[in-house]
């Protein structure tokens, strides 16, 4: 189990800097890139329980995406 106190997430320079080096070999659009910025999220802090709300495309899913890529978290349930 993972606990966390809180992420940091790239700013939009560096995720700026990450498309032009990757867009033209695998990327053919900008999705995910740039919505956590667009939206100025740049930090989460944790506490006992967390809560992430928005609307449709407003980077719920792609933040915790990346935390779980991030951390090593692997996806799916074990029996």
Same mark, same amino acid.
């Given at each position: 189990m993972i606990y966390l106190r809180s992420f940091t997430f790239p700013n939009a320079d560096r995720e700026f800097d990450f498309i032009l080096d990757i867009k033209r070999t695998c990327y053919d659009s900008f999705y995910p890139f740039k919505i956590l910025s667009n939206h100025d999220l740049d930090r989460l802090d944790f506490d006992t329980?967390? +809560?992430?709300?928005?609307?449709?495309? !407003?980077?719920? !899913?792609?933040?915790?995406?990346?935390?779980?890529?991030?951390?090593? +978290? @692997? @996806?799916?349930? @074990?029996?």
């Open positions: 329980v967390t +809560i992430l709300y928005g609307g449709n495309g !407003s980077g719920k !899913s792609t933040a915790l995406n990346v935390i779980a890529e991030k951390t090593g +978290i @692997r @996806r799916g349930f @074990r029996l």
